[in-house]
T-cell receptor
Framework: GENVEQHPSTLSVQEGDSAVIKCTYS??????FPWYKQELGKRPQLIID???NVGEKKDQRIAVTLNKTAKHFSLHITETQPEDSAVYFC???????????WGAGTKLIIKP | DAGITQSPRYKITETGRQVTLMCHQT?????MFWYRQDLGHGLRLIYY???????DKGEVPDGYVVSRSKTENFPLTLESATRSQTSVYFC?????????????FGPGTRLTVT
């Protein structure tokens, strides 16, 4: 079955710098790759997603890239701000399966 | 987000007791999911449901029971609570439309088993 690995587990960056979180997946049939943000004590919420027929997607300071050949996708946050501090989860949907297979999460710390 | 609610939000129970966590969504989403999130860890799928009266096991189903008699409700029951089931439980739902994979999460229930 699908397996999603996420790195790093913790990432600390200076405010204003960029942050990159990477995930790899194992099932080449996976076709949907979302990123969720979970603030402390809150529910996970979708911040951006990408489908297998697209290589990159941007939404203001957030972007996701997908490399299907290497089976990895990344979240890029530019000009980081204190409100970006949270845990970020990647996930993948294998084929027509309606489940999401989740990465273990990355705690992003923005240093003032 | 107000479309998916969970109750109670906080629950303390004793080992061996039965406890039911409720999940209700107003979107008529076909799919519903129960996850547990242990401190400092990711999301682990307990059970999921594709429609009313259709449920299936996820990654960690032992000790849990679900039912789905109505599309909008998906209760999770811990038959005999154990300390290892202390966790935050999230319910989620998504539409059954082809290609619409986004899952919407409820606010969570923090369960403590003493």
């Amino acid at each position: 079955g699908e397996n999603v690995e996420q790195h790093p587990s913790t990432l600390s960056v200076q405010e204003g710098d960029s942050a990159v979180i990477k995930c790899t997946y194992s099932d080449s049939a996976s076709n949907y790759f979302p990123w969720y943000k979970q603030e402390l004590g809150k529910r996970p919420q979708l911040i951006i997603d990408i489908r297998s027929n697209v290589g990159e997607k941007k939404d203001q300071r957030i972007a996701v890239t997908l490399n299907k050949t290497a089976k990895h996708f990344s979240l890029h946050i530019t000009e980081t701000q204190p409100e970006d501090s949270a845990v970020y989860f990647c996930a993948a949907t294998p084929g027509s399966n309606y489940q999401l297979i989740w990465g273990a999460g990355t705690k992003l710390i923005i240093k003032p | 987000d107000a479309g998916i609610t969970q109750s109670p939000r906080y629950k303390i129970t004793e080992t061996g007791r039965q406890v039911t966590l409720m999940c209700h969504q107003t979107w008529s989403h076909s799919y519903m999911f129960w996850y547990r999130q242990d401190l400092g860890h990711g999301l682990r799928l307990i059970y999921y449901s594709a429609a009313a009266d259709i449920t299936d096991k996820g990654e960690v189903p032992d000790g849990y029971v679900v039912s789905r008699s109505k599309t909008e409700n998906f209760p999770l029951t811990l038959e005999s609570a154990t300390r290892s089931q202390t966790s935050v439980y999230f319910c989620a739902s998504r539409t059954g439309l082809a290609g619409a994979y986004e899952q919407y999460f409820g606010p969570g229930t923090r369960l403590t088993v003493t």
